[in-house]
């Protein structure tokens, strides 16, 4: 885990660590919306064994193929897999750093932790992302 990413990269990579909940619920709402939308109308092909159901094919099939649904649950898979290989430590520093967002100054006090110590974990868990999305 020695190789180096770029700084771009490294500030992409923690803005979707900060993100991972939010896009969790994006995702939800994202799935709604398609369910809830009301269904395209067409015409079937007569004699077709899906006439009538052309509202529902079509919303089936905006689930499967939405761009950005789709590249949401990628990163959000990646995501849980890097934290369920996390040490009780390291996740609780996770849940500090990158859910609530706390200051630097207060982890380490809380932590307990060192401040290189800080910056070590947050470079080992945001490496972690980078190896799992294929960066590193």
């Known amino acids: 885990m020695d190789k180096k990413i770029s700084k771009e990269v490294r500030r992409y990579l923690e803005r979707e660590l900060k993100d991972y909940r939010e896009n969790k619920e994006l995702i939800k709402e ?8 009301s269904p395209n109308i067409t015409l ?66 809380e932590m307990p932790i060192a401040e290189k110590t800080y910056y070590r974990y947050k470079k080992y868990i945001i490496n972690k992302l980078a190896e799992e999305l294929g960066y590193i």
């Open 44 to 109: 079937g092909v007569p004699g077709s064994p899906n006439k009538g159901n052309e509202g529902q094919t079509s919303k089936v099939y905006e689930l499967i193929t939405n761009n950005m649904i789709n590249r949401l649950q990628t990163i959000c898979r990646k995501i849980e897999n890097v934290l369920s290989e996390l040490d009780d430590i390291r996740y609780e520093f996770y849940i500090r750093c990158f859910e609530k967002r706390q200051s630097k100054v207060k982890i380490c006090m």
């Open 30 to 37: 994202l799935r709604l919306d398609i369910i809830d939308s």
